[in-house]
């Protein structure tokens, strides 16, 4: 009896010692995990920015052929890509102003060109509208960022 009492008491201290090695494995485990997670993260950032910066691209070439609706789009992809408030506050910014170039494109069609060929789309008092929207969310971003606060004032 003694010697199955001895055996329970060993196998308990080899229990122990065992679950003791386990919380080791178990931290080196989260560590390395923590450490996996953190580069991946970085590669995730790193590659969320290097689409919303193709998007930017795309949206710069558009404004640059004053094909605004274009450079609207490409912007508003590239914001759902942006990671940092610098991005985002960069692209509401050139967003702001395509909307605002696209609002004075549409209202400088007269009115006779337009009753031959329906214009469809957003109503320019909408666009200029959110126009403002953009630059105000832009200056809570970057309180410091004067061409945001322009915006605001020129539209």
């Not at 008491?9 to 931290?27: I, K, P, V």
């Not at 193709?54 to 949206?59: D, E, P, T």
């Not at 508003?76 to 408030?85: C, K, N």
């Not at 959110?130 to 832009?138: F, I, P, R, S, T």
């Amino acid at each position: 009896m003694d010697e199955e009492i001895l055996s329970d008491d060993e196998q308990r201290s080899s229990a122990e010692e065992a679950s003791n090695g386990d919380e080791d494995r178990d931290t080196d485990v989260s560590d390395a995990a923590m450490l996996a997670m953190t580069s991946s993260s970085q590669q995730v950032h790193e590659q969320l920015n290097a689409v919303a910066a193709k998007h930017q691209a795309r949206g710069d070439e558009a404004a640059q052929y004053k094909e605004w609706e274009v450079a609207v789009r490409e912007y508003t992809t590239a914001l759902r890509y942006a990671v940092g408030p610098q991005e985002e506050c960069a692209l509401l910014s050139k967003r702001s102003e395509a909307l605002c170039k696209l609002c004075r494109h549409i209202r400088s069609i007269p009115a006779r060109t337009s009753e031959r060929r329906a214009l469809y789309g957003q109503d320019p008092t909408q666009m200029a509208q959110l126009a403002l929207k953009d630059a105000e969310k832009g200056t809570q971003l970057q309180p410091t960022n004067a061409l945001l606060y322009a915006r605001q004032v020129n539209w």
